[in-house]
């Protein structure tokens, strides 16, 4: 009913820069927050950005200052700027949406990708 679809993942050197996209598609009435989480190897999943509707965004403290998260909601797409890359940011990093379907009232549902790697060396 709704897909997300990432891309912009890569192989890229400490101190570079990739942009991730995610776009939904599907029954949508309404997104409410979208976001950005990853996992590393062995790692549990973990926030990385995640931004409301209306522009409220958290950031987590290991990306602050280099990553930049932001949406487009006629697209209902949202991006993720990472900036400066380090070696630990390497991980498969996934979108998530929080969706409210058309014709199904105001619940929202969980929606996940299916992850871009994102590798960064030394």
């Known amino acids: 009913q709704v897909q997300l679809v990432e891309s912009g993942g890569g192989l890229v050197q400490a101190g570079g820069s990739l942009r991730l996209s995610c776009t939904a598609s599907g029954s949508i009435f309404r997104i409410n927050a979208m976001g950005w989480y990853r996992q590393a190897p062995g790692k549990q999943r973990e926030l990385v950005a995640v931004?409301?509707?209306?522009?409220?965004?958290n950031y987590a403290d290991s990306v602050k200052g280099r990553f930049t998260i932001s949406r487009d909601n006629a697209k209902n797409t949202v991006y993720l700027q990472m900036n400066n890359l380090k070696p630990e940011d390497t991980a498969v990093y996934y979108c998530?949406?929080?969706?409210?379907?058309?014709?199904?009232?105001?619940?929202?549902?969980?929606?996940w990708g299916r992850g871009t790697q994102v590798t960064v060396s030394a």
């Open positions: 931004i409301s509707r209306g522009g409220t965004i």
């Open positions: 998530h949406a929080d969706v409210v379907r058309r014709g199904e009232g105001l619940r929202g549902y969980d929606y």
